[in-house]
């Protein structure tokens, strides 16, 4: 039996986890189904298509529209559900069958289901024409890198495409534009203009409550410290270049084999700049306690956006997701329009970097579903420039993962400063760190970014000079020295 054939537990792209949990923020709760279009169905069969997706930052109306949209078009009748306990149900629907023929979400173990037999084979819908373009399948439509990270080997042994990739994503600094307007602030475009921006702002005091001042930033060490990672992974980015950043995916060493890959985290060299870019963060936040909103390391994620919301931080760090979750927060519409800014350059000479966050959420098809033929049907017409546009519009800035040049938004953005802002970001140099390396793959949480999913931001701030990147960079090195070893069996790998 291959590697690949074993049963996996909680097996998931690690260095994507951030990501994938990233979409986990709202504050909703589950909500209840919708059936969506025509009483009868006129599948020839009178089947009807079931759909599951994750409750998170990106609601639920559009999966409500676009199953209208679908109907309208097909014929075919929608039930759409959405829930915050998908995930604890997922394998159990898998491996026994549920009504359910597609669910979305981040976080799914797709490889491991795949390798098990529980999913279906996509090849299909890869080739599938999509409606409105003359020569476009589905394939064609994905944005760059997406097919790649959708396919594993299943349990014949062979490779197929076993998932789609959901969304494409940008993080980083969301800002109050009224205030920005009122107070004369230009939009950062380097790190030292965002950390003038920062003095400018402490030193303005601006009255926002009784003895308290706005701050530059509200944020959430309690539930969200790893929004940080967004503008850091893309500092790193700038620093070290693309070509570094992909040889660290391959953790493969100075050797060319695995035996010494260990020596991606060695902080002199290959994580010199992933340090560099901790750095620049510590210097602004960990240890520049002024900076945040006070106790900003202990927050909750809904005291931060209450914080920002209330006006008392002019910059929040946050996802695609953010305008859906801050105005759920609030209730309704903000009071001032929000925008995210493109992350300010780690030098005056780098080029824009987009950390796509929620690049490794994922749509899979079950492979006990009677109604494959419909879920492929369904995930088609997500591909069309319709699907595309209701998601953006309904889904308040997030991006479907399909290529959006040739999507007309500019009714939307007309309005909307923050889906417009998505859009521009989404535009610059895209990154991501979702790997289909063995070792990320057969060590779950163990090898990413930050080793065994421990984060110090947090950390940082509470105690700033326990955590500098002078001991937090050997600290990852040694763990990774000493754990290599393990990690290389589980994989399977000898070299």
């Known amino acids: 039996m291959t590697k690949s054939k074993r049963i996996l537990a909680g097996v998931v792209l690690s260095l994507s986890t951030v990501a994938l949990l990233a979409a986990c923020g709202s504050n909703t709760s589950s909500a209840g189904g919708d059936t969506s279009g025509a009483a009868t169905s006129k599948d020839p069969a009178g089947r009807e298509l079931w759909i599951m997706a994750y409750d998170g930052g990106y ?44 669910y979305m979400s981040h976080g799914i173990n797709w490889m491991s289901y795949a390798a098990q037999g529980y999913l279906a084979n996509l090849d299909d819908l890869y080739t599938t024409k999509i409606d409105g373009y003359t020569d476009k399948t589905f394939a064609d439509r994905l944005v760059a890198g997406a097919a790649d990270i959708s396919k594993a080997e299943g349990a014949d042994g062979s490779s197929h495409y076993y998932k789609a990739c959901y969304t494409q994503g940008a993080g980083g600094f969301i800002y109050n534009m009224k205030m920005f307007a009122d107070n004369g602030w230009s939009v950062p475009t380097t790190y030292d203009e965002l950390v003038t921006l920062c003095n400018t702002i402490n030193s303005a005091k601006i009255s926002c409550g009784d003895r308290e001042y706005v701050k530059p930033f509200a944020w959430s060490g309690a539930d969200r410290q790893y929004y940080w990672d967004y503008p850091m992974y893309e500092w790193w980015a700038e620093l070290a270049g693309t070509d570094k950043i992909n040889t660290i995916k391959q953790y493969k060493g100075p050797s060319g084999k695995y035996a010494d890959g260990y020596e991606m985290y060695n902080p002199t060299s290959y994580y010199k700049e992933f340090l560099q870019a901790y750095d620049m963060w510590w210097n602004l936040i960990g240890n520049n306690a002024a900076n945040s909103i006070a106790s900003s390391y202990s927050a909750s994620l809904g005291t931060a956006q209450s914080n920002f919301n209330a006006g008392k931080a002019a910059m929040i760090p946050y996802a695609e997701w953010g305008k859906y979750e801050l105005e759920h927060t609030n209730g309704g519409k903000l009071d001032f329009d929000i925008a995210m800014m493109k992350t300010p350059k780690a030098t005056a000479s780098s080029n824009y970097m987009n950390y796509m966050v929620g690049f490794g959420d994922s749509m899979i098809v079950p492979a006990k579903s009677s109604n494959q033929d419909l879920a492929k049907q369904f995930l088609a017409y997500m591909a069309t420039a319709a699907g595309c546009k209701t998601f953006v519009n309904d889904a308040k800035g997030a991006f479907l993962a399909f290529d959006y040049s040739d999507v007309d938004l500019s009714d939307i953005e007309a309005t909307d400063t923050f889906t417009k802002s998505i859009h521009q970001k989404l535009s610059d140099t895209n990154i991501n760190l979702v790997s289909m390396n063995p070792i990320t793959v057969w060590n779950v949480d163990t090898v990413m970014p930050w080793i065994g999913n421990t984060y110090y931001y947090a950390k940082a701030c509470a105690t700033p000079s326990s955590f500098t990147s002078a001991i937090i960079g050997p600290t990852m090195y040694n763990t990774a020295k000493k754990g290599w070893q393990g990690w290389l069996d589980n994989a399977g790998l000898t070299d």
Request: glycine share 6%; aromatic share 6%; no cysteine.
């Open 59 to 102: 609601g639920s109306t559009w999966l409500t529209n676009m199953a209208k949209e679908f109907t309208a078009k097909t014929g075919i009748a929608v039930h759409t559900d959405v829930s915050t306990t998908l995930l604890d149900r997922l394998e159990s629907d898998l491996k026994n069958g549920s009504d359910y023929d597609l």
